[in-house]
């Protein structure tokens, strides 16, 4: 069975290949009465665009969105909602020249081992331009989380190889290519990819997701649980190779008293958790960090197979991304908040009548 739909009571459907005629996807479940054009889904469609700077792919995309349905007068009606996207600058005879190879690190091998054939052309649906519509449907669940609960979902790039930020400031993010906390690195890193893209190489980064105000309650124990459904809804995403929430791998080296997030009236004392025990939101902010493994298209050349299982030697030309974690940003903030939309859905469903339990412990330190 395929399983391209992601959510239980607002679900997303994606289908598209990187080449074909069109991406698009189909939102259901959505509450009516939002407001929703298609001038909406510009901002964050263009934080994920390639060839917005020399460091990306210089694949030129307009982007541009189509509300076939579910809106009327500028509203979500509760119907379904399909977008589509039309692609108008893919590139097919880049691939020629591994149309029967596999290129190593790539889904060229598993695509074939699984489905007997694949569409080649900029690796088909595994082609990072997939999620492209990911973040047009995260749009409309970061609208509804901020109107209903004043939730902000935000993330940043918090690793490039083995460069870490040596300062935070979440004004620095917006205003650099690398989505990088800290303005004092940015000809720093322009230098990096510079001499990275020189290479023909590539580097994997890390991304920091943080949704703030969510309140407490939402998450399924045991096998709906807020944080596993974090980790699936990154882990979609192409070349993630991990997931962690709050502390994550750091938390084997804490002692006890070292990971509990001690409870005060003011507040909760740390945030080790991440926003999330049990599997259930605290009300602390939920954190979460995506590991993104190096692009695998690279034009340097690598033992590989072809379909006939001969040995080759695989050359990888074409537009590809140096860290495609770069551009992953606006493409995590989608996922978080898809989550957060269908969980709170979920919870209001089972738990509305609940109302408010008292004490609400503030969320505290972020
Ligand atoms: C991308 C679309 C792709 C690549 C790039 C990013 O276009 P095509 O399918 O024609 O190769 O430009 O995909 C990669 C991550 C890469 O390095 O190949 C996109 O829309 O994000």
Redesign the pocket.
């Known amino acids: 069975m395929s399983a391209n739909s992601f959510g239980r009571l607002f679900t997303v459907t994606t289908f598209g290949e990187?080449?074909g005629p069109a991406i698009g996807c189909v939102i259901d479940g959505c509450p009516p009465g939002i407001a929703l054009a298609a001038g909406d889904f510009a901002h964050d469609l263009a934080r994920?665009?390639?060839g917005k700077s020399r460091h990306?792919?210089q694949?030129h995309?307009a982007d541009e969105v189509e509300i076939l349905s579910g809106v009327y007068e500028g509203r979500t009606t509760g119907t379904p909602i399909a977008l589509l996207i039309r692609n108008t600058d893919?590139?097919s005879k880049?691939?020629d020249r591994i149309v029967e190879q596999f290129r190593p690190g790539h889904a060229d091998y598993t695509y074939w081992q699984k489905y007997g054939l694949r569409d080649p052309?900029?690796?088909g649906r595994s082609?990072?331009?997939e999620?492209?519509m990911r973040v047009a449907a995260g749009v409309v669940a970061k609208r509804w989380l901020a109107e209903k609960f004043s939730i902000r979902v935000r993330a940043h790039v918090a690793q490039i190889g083995d460069v870490r930020p040596h300062a935070f400031d979440w004004n620095a993010v917006e205003a650099n290519p690398f989505f990088w906390p800290d303005a004092s690195q940015v000809g720093e890193l322009e230098a990096f990819m510079d001499a990275l893209r020189k290479s023909g190489d590539s580097i994997g980064a890390r991304i920091d997701a943080i949704a703030d105000n969510v309140p407490p309650g939402w998450g399924e124990p045991i096998y709906g649980k807020l944080d596993a459904e974090i980790a699936a809804a990154m882990m979609s995403i192409?070349?993630v190779k991990g997931v962690e929430i709050g502390a994550g791998f750091a938390s084997v080296m804490q002692k006890g008293s070292e990971h509990r997030d001690e409870m005060t009236r003011e507040g909760f004392l740390g945030n080790q958790a991440g926003g999330i025990l049990g599997g259930i939101s605290s009300g602390q902010a939920i954190r979460c960090s995506v590991a993104f493994k190096p692009?695998s298209?690279l034009r340097l050349p690598a033992r590989g197979l072809d379909v006939q299982g001969n040995e080759v030697e695989v050359v990888t030309t074409?537009?590809?991304?140096p860290c495609?974690g770069l551009?992953s940003v606006p493409i995590c903030e989608a996922m978080l908040a898809l989550v957060l939309m269908d969980q709170a859905l979920r919870h209001r469903a089972q738990c509305g009548d609940v109302g408010d339990v008292t004490p609400r412990i503030p969320a505290g330190r972020p």
């Open positions: 990187s080449h994920r665009a390639t990306t792919s694949r995309e893919a590139r880049d691939y052309r900029g690796g082609s990072a331009r999620t492209t192409n070349a692009t298209s074409g537009r590809h991304d495609v551009r």
